[in-house]
């Protein structure tokens, strides 16, 4: 059930770029994307919706493919503040699954200057 | 607004002892859930609730009770507490599925259990 991310870890040099992956053998309503500093609280980034729209957050975007159900979190010209792990979150089509948000293992993203 | 909020921060139990985790929400929020985060294993879905009255397991509910009686609070209480329970517990709380919100997290309670 747990959504499988990749690459596990990532490091950068600031202004390059990254993709993390997000991929579910499930059929998804929704995919949403948190990044989390270490010692503090997961923080929502964006949320996907069944329909395959991407979405973006100044230089961060997402997108969904519904038929493969994956997602991809796309981070651009990278900030040093873009450190840390990154957690894909995935809820399953069907109303057994309304509110049930299920975290892939997390991607750890180190920018260095 | 407060967001969530969580206590205690910080706890130390002896096994077989019992408590509760406190966890309120002021957003008027339908869906509340808890996690536990160990290192290297992610967040894990310990029990979820979308709405007052109504509570469902996750994917590590053993060992952990929820209510809830009111949209604000959702506690989890730990029944007989072992060391494999030792963790960071995570209460997180949305709006229902449809809309494009995301959960917000409490800041965390960290528990040793001894």
């Known amino acids: 059930q747990q959504p499988v991310q990749s690459p596990q870890a990532v490091i950068l040099r600031e202004g390059e770029d990254a993709v993390i992956n997000c991929s579910s053998s499930k059929a998804l309503y929704s995919v949403h994307w948190y990044r989390q500093k270490h010692g503090e609280a997961p923080v929502f980034l964006m949320i996907?919706?069944?329909?395959?729209e991407q979405k973006g957050h100044d230089k961060i975007s997402a997108s969904f493919n519904e038929k493969k159900q994956q997602s991809s979190l796309y981070l651009t010209a990278s900030q040093l503040s873009y450190s840390g792990t990154y957690f894909c979150g995935t809820e399953r089509v069907g109303s057994g699954n309304t509110g049930k948000l299920i975290f892939g293992q997390g991607t750890t993203l180190q920018v260095k200057p | 607004n407060a967001g969530v909020t969580q206590t205690p921060k910080f706890q130390v139990l002896k096994t077989g002892q019992s408590m509760t985790l406190q966890c309120a929400q002021d957003?008027?929020?339908?869906?509340m859930s808890w996690y536990r985060q160990d290192p290297g294993m992610g967040l894990r879905l310990i029990h979820y609730?979308?709405?007052?009255?109504?509570?469902d397991q996750g994917e590590v509910p053993n060992g952990y009770n929820v209510s809830r009686s009111t949209t604000e609070d959702f506690p989890l209480r730990l029944l007989s507490a072992a060391p494999s329970q030792t963790s960071v517990y995570f209460c997180?709380?949305?709006?229902?599925?449809?809309?494009?919100?995301?959960?917000?997290f409490g800041s965390g309670t960290r528990l040793t259990v001894v």
């Open positions: 996907l919706l069944k329909g395959g």
């Open positions: 957003m008027n929020h339908e869906y």
């Open positions: 609730s979308v709405g007052a009255g109504i509570t």
């Open positions: 997180a709380s949305s709006y229902s599925s449809g809309f494009s919100y995301g959960y917000t």
